[in-house]
């Protein structure tokens, strides 16, 4: 004996849609051939676990392809109708078969479904309009991005690449005079970097503002306090180092973000991007450090930067007593930074390593 399941209908200008009341359904078979639709599957339906078939014959001609989906509790199957329009039945037959019924979770008036539609298209039109707007605003920050990128590597590989061909030709006397033949271009650079703190703050990249803000206000602290405002400072070895260090690791980071924005990758460079800065980092923090400990007497004796206070109290708070604190918040901001890097270089070879899976 046939058994028959409860189904459930409703349609819109282009679709009918059925739901068939079977849990757990297996071995589904659904097709449509010359107008008619069968279907044949095995679940648990009204007369508990057995085989439940059902045809039905279109009012109208519709789509032979036929799209069905099964969940744990029914099969939803989706048929096209051959033109959009409504019908006033769902078959060709006066009566309706007692094991149809309409599906009232998805049954709309004709009216409702041309509201419907309206409503989609509305939507659709919006989504296109915002699309080319939004396409307009990537490749404009697309461009903005890669020239940023590009004036930076050019930049950072000009100093690095001067900085090591003086080390080769002048040997230990190169690093007496850092300063003055780097300082113009790192001060053009560390300048030009506050735009990254914008562009995290806007939205324009994704990353933290805060790692950003830290690591481009500390170089900034570094280079234009330390040694930009004590010539004492100057000629000092220190300088070589820092310089060197922070060109290192910025020669192969604004590379790779310029490949980013081509949505193109070198894989040995991101390597080198997620993974030099481990020892590198570090290094310049501890460059830093070393910068504004020998700095710390030249503010004691100069009195540059100190506060002045009444002359009741007669004394005034010197600038290296902020030096002390700077000490300890670079630090901080080291393990802030290192831990954020860290966590940027986990999830990159993460993700790369799912999609290689």
Request: aromatic residues 16%.
């Amino acid at each position: 004996m046939t058994l028959t399941p409860l189904v459930y209908w409703a349609q819109r200008h282009g679709e009918m849609y059925l739901r068939v009341a079977l849990t757990d359904a297996q071995n589904i078979d659904v097709c449509v051939r010359e107008n008619v639709l069968q279907f044949r599957a095995q679940g648990h339906g009204a007369k508990g676990q057995n085989e439940y078939e059902f045809t039905l014959e279109f009012l109208l001609p519709v789509k032979p392809e036929v799209s069905h989906r099964s969940t744990q509790r029914q099969v939803n199957i989706t048929v096209q109708k051959e033109q959009h329009g409504w019908w006033d039945r769902l078959t060709s037959q006066q009566r309706k078969p007692a094991f149809l019924t309409p599906d009232f979770d998805r049954w709309l008036d004709e009216s409702d479904a041309e509201t419907e539609i309206r409503e989609k298209e509305e939507k659709r039109n919006k989504m296109k309009a915002s699309t080319h707007k939004e396409e307009g605003f990537v490749s404009l920050k697309t461009v903005f991005l890669f020239v940023y990128n590009l004036v930076q590597f050019i930049a950072f590989a000009w100093i690095f690449v001067n900085m090591t061909v003086r080390l080769f030709i002048f040997g230990q006397d190169s690093l007496f005079d850092t300063f003055n033949t780097i300082s113009d271009v790192m001060f053009f650079c560390q300048i030009l970097a506050a735009v990254e703190v914008l562009n995290a703050a806007f939205g324009v990249v994704r990353t933290g503002v805060v790692p950003t803000l830290i690591q481009v206000v500390g170089r900034n602290f570094i280079l234009f306090i330390i040694f930009g405002s004590l010539e004492q400072m100057h000629n000092k070895p220190v300088v070589f180092f820092v310089f060197y260090l922070w060109s290192a690791i910025e020669i192969f980071r604004y590379p790779f973000y310029m490949l980013g924005c081509l949505d193109m990758e070198w894989k040995t460079l991101t390597w080198l991007r997620y993974t030099i800065w481990i020892p590198l980092y570090p290094l310049g923090v501890l460059a830093e450090a070393v910068a504004v400990i020998q700095s710390i007497p030249i503010f004691d004796k100069t009195k540059l930067f100190s506060i002045p206070l009444p002359k009741v109290i007669g004394t005034s708070i010197n600038f290296s007593y902020v030096l002390h604190v700077y000490l300890v918040l670079m630090f901080l901001g080291l393990f802030i930074n290192f831990r954020h890097l860290y966590k940027q270089r986990t999830r990159r070879f993460r993700t790369k390593k799912r999609k290689t899976n």
